[in-house]
């Protein structure tokens, strides 16, 4: 993994209180000891987010979806999303969702003091490690939306590791904004096809909702 240096270690106790807080809906629930880092860590899985004000590891891992980390260094607060846009050929479903999941994390960075107009963002994924969908170009459509969507919102991009057809392992540390990133096997983008066929079913069944983005 890649990183300017090592934030500072949560305060001791720091999983106890992960597990003990109220989760909103959507937001990620999976809390454990992160081995390689050895300080609490947050699973993120497909149409979750994660914000936090402390440097506990909050991780997901990407084949064709896209996260998007976004930091308020002057509040100390920062998130990531886990999200992928339904099929090509439903452009109006793939903007509702890729948009929900944004507002989503936009709207608990701002309710934990994010500022919006301090946010800063880097992005990940939209790999083609899927065969059946590479004549959808779904990787490049994810990472096409959350450009656009940074853009139209005046967030500042400051890193990427998009596309190629390799999978990615992220680790973000909210406090101090640090993002590192690890380039899987490509050959273990199989089990990434299996994930993320079943999100692309569950989002074809249920509706997304409606967030209505703080000013």
């Known amino acids: 993994m890649r990183a300017d240096k090592m934030p500072l270690a949560p305060p001791p106790g720091a999983l106890d ?40 590891v909050v991780t997901t891992t990407l084949g064709s979806c896209v996260s998007a980390c976004l930091h308020d260094a ?39 003091g994010a500022r919006r107009g301090c946010l800063e963002a880097k992005i990940f ?20 939306f959350v450009r656009e969507f940074l853009a139209t919102e005046g967030i500042p991009l400051r890193g990427s590791d998009v596309l190629d057809v390799v999978p990615r392992r992220i680790c973000l540390f909210p406090r101090s904004g640090i993002v590192m990133c690890r380039r899987l096997p490509a050959a273990a983008g199989a089990a990434f096809a299996v994930q993320e066929a079943r999100y692309r079913t569950e989002l074809g069944r249920a509706p997304a909702g409606a967030v209505e983005l703080f000013k």
């Open 74 to 112: 002057g509040a100390g607060v920062g998130g990531l999303n886990h999200f992928m846009l339904p099929d090509a050929g439903d452009l109006a479903a793939g903007a509702r969702y890729g948009a929900f999941a944004m507002e989503l994390l936009v709207n608990e960075l701002v309710r934990r």
């Open 125 to 144: 994924g939209g790999g083609s490690v899927m065969k059946s969908l590479a004549s959808t170009f779904i990787g490049e459509k994810n990472v096409a």
């Open 17 to 56: 209180a992960l597990r003990a807080r109220a989760r909103r809906e959507h937001e990620a629930g999976i809390f454990f000891t992160d081995p390689h880092f050895g300080r609490a860590a947050v699973k993120v899985l497909p149409g979750e987010y994660y914000v936090h004000d402390q440097d506990v």
